[in-house]
């Protein structure tokens, strides 16, 4: 059974920061790529960033610039810091891991007032 734990979501202020923590557990072989997906009600999931296991990076437009994602294949954690938070930033943030198929967290609110 494998599991996607998240953690670090939050009410913070427009220009404030968050950081996005999410551990897997489990049995899973190999863990090829890690990423961050958002979705607002009435729209369809986005990816926000992922991580190859060489490293190779991968953002949305929207976030460039703002927010950094790493991962530490020992913990089998993969981190979001999110900076300069926008309002349009609001919204679900799920995990995804890829290891022969997909794997998705339960999602972690992101709250950004103006």
């Known amino acids: 059974q494998v599991q996607l734990v998240e953690s670090g979501g939050g009410l913070v202020q427009a220009g404030g920061s968050l950081r996005l923590s999410c551990v897997v557990s489990?049995?899973?072989?190999?863990?090829?790529?890690m990423g961050w997906y958002r979705q607002t009600p009435g729209k369809q999931r986005e990816l926000v960033a992922d991580?190859?296991?060489?490293?190779?990076?991968n953002y949305a437009d929207s976030v460039k610039g703002r927010f950094t994602i790493s991962r530490d294949n020992a913990k089998n954690t993969v981190y979001l810091q999110m900076n300069s938070l926008k309002p349009e930033d609001t919204s679900v943030y799920y995990c995804?891991?890829?290891?022969?198929?997909?794997?998705w967290g339960q999602g972690t609110q992101v709250t950004v007032s103006s």
């Open positions: 995804n891991v890829y290891s022969q198929r997909n794997y």
């Open positions: 489990g049995s899973i072989f190999s863990i090829n790529t």
């Open positions: 991580i190859t296991s060489g490293g190779r990076k």
